[in-house]
């Protein structure tokens, strides 16, 4: 299986390392994708949109064989939204969405407008700026690693509207890897009608996976986040 793997705000296809010795060793072949303007530091960002982005992972789409059969996305955190829209874009081409710490973002929806922006970018914030649930496992040797690894997004990327417009997007199979919060508490969410969830609950085939830790297991228990795909996706 082609597993493409999207990583969040402020991280390089290098965050997934810790996570793809466990699907390749499976037999799986892994794309952990560094975005436009997320190529280092000091990379000119300011004009990289989210459709730059998402137009970056279809052409990973694309570049697959066919013949190989359809792809499997890995979206983490806002790479959760640009996973949606890529399906939207290519729905024949992808066999299962699986969101971690993440869910769909509806036509009109934006990945995070609250963070700071500073000439074209969103350096990571202060701790302080995140809930308690964000950082649960996230001790101060990982806190440390994630900063001198940080890369500032796109202020676009974060601010930009998602732009959706194919309804077999509903149709292709999804999988929460719920984190922060547990898959009881978002289907409950999801049925009291929040606004973040209702893209999520309009997807016809939803599972989900509980892995209990903060906002970046890929860090905090990047073993076991693994084998959650792994269980996901099944053997090679």
């Given at each position: 299986?082609e597993i493409v793997l999207i990583p969040g705000l402020w991280l390089d296809g290098s965050s997934w390392e810790?996570?793809?010795?466990?699907?390749?060793?499976?037999?799986?072949?892994?794309?952990?994708?560094?975005?436009?303007?997320?190529?280092?530091?000091?990379?000119?960002?300011?004009?990289?949109?989210?459709?730059?982005?998402?137009?970056?992972?279809?052409?990973?789409?694309?570049?697959?064989?066919?013949?190989?059969?359809?792809?499997?996305?890995?979206?983490?955190?806002?790479?959760?939204?640009?996973?949606?829209?890529?399906?939207?874009?290519?729905?024949?081409?992808?066999?299962?969405?699986?969101?971690?710490?993440?869910?769909?973002?509806?036509?009109?929806?934006?990945?995070?407008?609250?963070?700071?922006?500073?000439?074209?970018?969103?350096?990571?914030?202060?701790?302080?700026?995140?809930?308690?649930?964000?950082?649960?496992?996230?001790?101060?040797?990982?806190?440390?690693?994630?900063?001198?690894?940080?890369?500032?997004?796109?202020?676009?990327?974060?601010?930009?509207?998602?732009?959706?417009?194919?309804?077999?997007?509903?149709?292709?199979?999804?999988?929460?890897?719920?984190?922060?919060?547990?898959?009881?508490?978002?289907?409950?969410?999801?049925?009291?009608?929040?606004?973040?969830?209702?893209?999520?609950?309009?997807?016809?085939?939803?599972?989900?996976?509980?892995?209990?830790?903060?906002?970046?297991?890929?860090?905090?228990?990047?073993e076991e986040l693994g084998r959650a795909i792994l269980a996901i996706v099944g053997p090679a």
């Amino acid at each position: 299986m082609e597993i493409v793997l999207i990583p969040g705000l402020w991280l390089d296809g290098s965050s997934w390392e810790a996570v793809v010795p466990t699907l390749e060793q499976a037999g799986h072949r892994t794309h952990a994708l560094t975005l436009p303007g997320m190529e280092s530091k000091d990379a000119d960002r300011s004009e990289i949109t989210l459709r730059d982005h998402v137009d970056a992972v279809v052409e990973v789409i694309d570049s697959l064989d066919p013949a190989g059969g359809k792809v499997v996305l890995v979206g983490h955190s806002g790479g959760g939204a640009i996973a949606h829209a890529a399906v939207d874009a290519r729905p024949d081409r992808v066999a299962r969405v699986v969101y971690v710490d993440s869910w769909p973002s509806g036509d009109g929806g934006v990945i995070n407008a609250g963070f700071p922006a500073d000439n074209g970018e969103v350096p990571l914030p202060d701790w302080s700026l995140f809930d308690e649930e964000d950082l649960v496992d996230l001790d101060d040797e990982l806190r440390t690693a994630f900063r001198e690894r940080a890369i500032p997004s796109p202020v676009h990327v974060t601010r930009d509207p998602q732009r959706l417009s194919d309804r077999r997007r509903y149709d292709v199979p999804a999988t929460v890897i719920a984190c922060e919060f547990s898959s009881a508490m978002l289907r409950e969410w999801m049925e009291q009608g929040e606004s973040p969830l209702r893209e999520l609950a309009k997807l016809r085939a939803v599972d989900y996976i509980d892995l209990p830790t903060g906002h970046w297991p890929q860090f905090t228990r990047p073993e076991e986040l693994g084998r959650a795909i792994l269980a996901i996706v099944g053997p090679a």
